[in-house]
Structures are given as structure tokens and as C-alpha cells.
Nanobody, 121 residues
Framework: QVHLVESGGGSVQSGGSLRLSCTVYGYAYIRYYMAWFRQAPGKEREGVAAIDGNGSATYADSVKGRFTISQDKLETSLYLQMDSLKPEDTAMYYC???????????????WGQGTQVTVSS
């Protein structure tokens, strides 16, 4: 069983930066594909960034050039560096993991509880 715990959320002004972290517990030497999603009140959950087994990243158009997804070498932690934040980035951010590649689709098996990001103008 895989357990994901996010951290690093908070409140920041427009143009600011935050770095989210997701720690993977219960890792059993099986490679997992991982991604970040977000969900704002009244909106559907949307994929923000995903990383495959080769370290290649996929980003939503809305965050390209501003957000960077990465993993540590042991693949036990996932990160999301968020720069040039905008008020429309305000949402609950979730990390997700699965043994199969899901890209930016919310079809991952394992999900964290989320961390809130609030960007004020």
C-alpha cells in the first residue's frame, strides 16, 4: 500500500513562489508514475504536471514555463516548484501515484490528502 503526504502549501502574493513536496510511504521498490493535480472550489480536478519513468515531464498549458515537477533519485519524494504564481493558481494541490502512466488524467490509484495554495492579487 502506498501512502502519499503533501506539504509546502501556503499563502503567497501574485508573482511569488512556492515549492510543494510529496513524500511516498510504503514504497516497495516498484516504480510509480507520479503527478500533481489541483482542484479549486466548484471546479473539476485538473492535471498540473506529471513525470514518467525516464524523468520526462508533461505540463498543463496553464502552468508551462512557471511550474517544474521533479523527483529525488530514490523516487521517494515528488516536488512541484511553482514560480510566477497567479490568483488563478489558487486551489488544493494533490499528488498522485500509479504503476501505470496516467499523464494528466485523474486516473491514478493513490492520492494524498492535499495541500492548500492561495495566491492573492
Amino acid at each position: 500500500q502506498v501512502h502519499l503526504v503533501e506539504s509546502g502549501g501556503g499563502s503567497v502574493q501574485s508573482g511569488g513562489s512556492l515549492r510543494l513536496s510529496c513524500t511516498v510511504y510504503g514504497y516497495a521498490y516498484i516504480r510509480y508514475y507520479m503527478a500533481w493535480f489541483r482542484q479549486a472550489p466548484g471546479k473539476e480536478r485538473e492535471g498540473v504536471a506529471a513525470i514518467d519513468g525516464n524523468g520526462s515531464a508533461t505540463y498543463a498549458d496553464s502552468v508551462k514555463g512557471r511550474f517544474t515537477i521533479s523527483q529525488d533519485k530514490l523516487e521517494t519524494s515528488l516536488y512541484l516548484q511553482m514560480d510566477s504564481l497567479k490568483p488563478e493558481d489558487t486551489a488544493m494541490y494533490y499528488c498522485a501515484a500509479d504503476r501505470s502512466w496516467g499523464g494528466l488524467r485523474p486516473i491514478y490509484t493513490y492520492w494524498g490528502q492535499g495541500t492548500q495554495v492561495t495566491v492573492s492579487s
